[in-house]
């Protein structure tokens, strides 16, 4: 540390000028490291506008290539796929059928760009359940071991129908080394696992649940999501997930849970991504709409929070608005 102290040692000098501040700049965004959550459902005629989410939408199997398309000419080159199928049982079917949406739509988009789109998929149940729940349930409890088979159908699914990266989010111990191994099983040694490692029970995941028809029909899901007030758990279950084969570690949600990004990045120099979920959005979606905030200065003060606490990567809703404003 300098031992010069006002008025030989001015800060102010190097925040004189835009280019002079942007020089000396540490953290900087990248439209590289964003990540687009892509909803598309089966059956649809054409995109729907999602109320709680302004400005996203739910695309249609003929829509989505179109969407992806004007984010890849952005620079967004890497979406998370997430399905809402026409038929919902109780032990999620359509999330491991062949040709089930995110299936098909992996093919498509790995048709149409090949490997100048990375293709991540979300692998959970709760999209394809009649319960909502994200496992197999049995007698109202969240059956943990049964449920394991069920995820590695649904990765190796994603694999064999194109997808790059797996994201499994179901919070079932095990789910990453179960994933890991049926997926080498299966001849996609290749295919990498972004562990949502931390995912918290929050109340910020509302407006996601609403686009992509995903609420529990009973109970809540804290029997497998985690505590929020727990940062140690948080960092043993990123441990353990390490442990079990992840490629890359994942924070969710990020904004309060920048301790948790931080810690994980310093303790594990994974490379760690971070999920600015849909309430995130949303907020400051409604507070830009009433006037009370700037949007766009909004928007990247948060992403770049997110980048600074140590996050490689960002899932956001915001990334194709971001990618527009940075050069
Ligand atoms: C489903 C899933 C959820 C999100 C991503 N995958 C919702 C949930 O767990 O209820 C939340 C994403 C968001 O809020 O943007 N396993
Ligand atoms: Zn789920």
Avoid at 7 to 32: F, H, K, N, Q, Y
Avoid at 116 to 141: A, F, K, P, S, W
Wanted: aromatic content about 6%.
């Amino acid at each position: 540390m300098t031992q010069v102290s006002f008025p030989a040692l001015r800060m102010r000098r190097l925040r004189r000028t835009p280019l002079i501040r942007e020089l000396v700049r540490e953290v900087r965004l990248d439209r590289s490291n964003l990540i687009q959550p892509i909803f598309v459902e089966e059956g649809l005629k054409t995109e729907v506008g999602i109320l709680s989410m302004p400005g996203q939408r739910r695309q249609s199997p003929g829509t989505v290539g179109r969407e992806v398309g004007r984010l890849v000419d952005k620079g967004v080159k890497s979406v998370i796929l997430f399905g809402i199928p026409t038929v919902k049982d109780e032990i999620g079917s359509a999330a491991y059928d062949p040709n089930g949406i995110v299936q098909r739509t992996i093919c498509d988009l790995k048709a149409r760009f090949d490997d100048e789109l990375v293709v991540l998929t979300d692998v959970c149940m709760c999209q394809y359940t009649i319960h909502g729940h994200c496992g197999l349930v049995n007698e109202e409890r969240i059956d943990n071991d049964k449920t394991l088979p069920k995820l590695a159908e649904v990765a190796v699914s994603h694999a064999q129908a194109g997808a790059d990266i797996v994201a499994p989010s179901a919070m079932i111990d095990g789910q990453v080394k179960t994933i890991r191994q049926a997926l080498d099983d299966s001849g996609f040694k290749d295919v990498a696992v972004m562990a949502y490692a931390a995912k918290h029970a929050s109340s910020f995941f509302g407006p996601f649940r609403d686009a992509a028809s995903s609420t529990p029909k009973f109970g809540d899901r804290r029997t497998y999501q985690m505590d929020y007030s727990n940062p140690e758990q948080a960092l043993r279950e990123i441990a353990l997930d390490i442990k079990e084969g992840a490629d890359m570690i994942m924070i969710k949600p990020a904004l309060a849970y920048l301790d948790i990004v931080y810690r994980a990045k310093k303790r594990f120099q994974m490379p760690t991504a971070a999920y600015n979920v849909s309430g995130e959005f949303s907020m400051i979606k409604a507070a830009a709409r009433e006037g009370w905030i700037d949007e766009k200065s909004a928007i990247l003060e948060v992403l770049t929070s997110i980048k600074r606490a140590g996050a490689d990567m960002i899932l956001t809703y915001h990334a194709l608005e971001a990618a527009e404003w940075l050069d």
